[in-house]
């Protein structure tokens, strides 16, 4: 077993794919099958399961994926510790829900980069039932989301802030107008809220059963500009954080609705698999989300 081989078998599991991890290698194809091929045979295990031209990590795969980052992790870290560069350096799988990605991670990346501009990033949303697989594969080394718990032992959390959730109306909206609500005036109503922030929604669907409230459907939409975009051409009310409205309030472009009952809130949660080795460059990358959650100006 060779590191080189590891690093080829790490960007297969990241990409998933044979072809995009030779291009971004610099390698044949031919050449990461072979390192791949090798690796299995020393292993006596397969690493990945073919499915046509899907592959995906096998039990295997992902216990090796967490030992070749260790291996990788410490090799770079030799290397800066023998050479004397002790600047955090390398690659960070990043999963977060777009609201807080837009509307948070902007100043997280400004200000990590400052101090530590040869950190690379792999950034996308955070699909809920793929989080603990990711977590648990290491594909992703740590990932975002707006919750109050997580059901996986496997996973362990940090609740960095808690963040206000708001109904929104347009102008043309019926309920934009009213200068209260009751949670029976959602009725037949549409509400649209982000794909993959909407960890919320089960305890909103809770309340209005709990009401009786009839009649409201729910439409989850990828974008937060579309969202907006809907709610203004009166489609619906959108339930979200308000981290990612402000400014549209502020310009009365949306109204937020007066809820009857008690604030609605969710907990935004840094998650990680319980067995995850620490490299610096991750404990660095943590200790800036830390800051800027905590910081009242961000």
């Known amino acids: ?90 690659f960070l799988s990043i999963r977060i829900p777009q609201s807080i990605g837009t509307c948070l991670l902007p100043a997280v990346l400004s200000r990590f980069q400052a101090r530590f501009p040869k950190v690379g990033f792999d950034i996308g949303t955070c699909a809920y039932d793929e989080l603990i697989y990711e977590l648990k594969s290491g594909i992703t080394d740590v ?20 963040e206000r959730l708001v109904l929104v109306a347009g102008s043309t909206h019926a309920l934009g107008e009213r200068s209260s609500i009751r949670l029976n005036d959602l009725a037949s109503t549409t509400i649209l809220l982000p794909k993959h922030d909407c960890s919320y929604r089960m305890r909103f669907e809770e309340m209005l059963t709990e009401e009786k409230v009839e009649g409201v459907t729910f439409m989850e939409v990828n974008s937060l500009e579309a969202i907006k975009q809907c709610v203004l051409r009166g489609i619906g009310v959108a339930l979200m954080p308000l981290m990612a409205i402000v400014k549209e309030i502020e310009e009365r472009l949306l109204t937020v609705l007066p809820w009857p009952e008690d604030p609605l809130e969710t907990g935004i949660l ?28 961000e």
């Open 1 to 90: 077993m060779e590191l080189r081989q590891l690093r080829t078998f790490q960007t297969v599991a990241r990409l998933l794919s044979f072809n995009r991890a030779a291009e971004v290698l610099n390698y044949a194809q031919s050449t990461v099958s072979v390192q791949i091929r090798l690796l299995e045979e020393e292993f006596g295990v397969p690493l990945f399961n073919r499915l046509g031209k899907r592959i995906r990590l096998t039990e295997a795969g992902r216990m090796l994926l967490r030992y070749s980052q260790k291996m990788l992790a410490i090799e770079s870290e030799t290397l800066d510790q023998v050479s004397g560069c002790k600047e955090p350096h390398g």
């Open 143 to 162: 990932a975002f989301l707006l919750a109050e718990s997580i059901p996986f032992s496997e996973l362990k959390s940090e609740l960095l802030r808690v």
């Open 270 to 297: 840094m998650i990680l698999h319980k067995d995850k080795w620490l490299s610096p460059t991750l404990r660095a990358f943590m200790d800036t989300v830390r800051a800027v959650m905590q910081s009242p100006n």
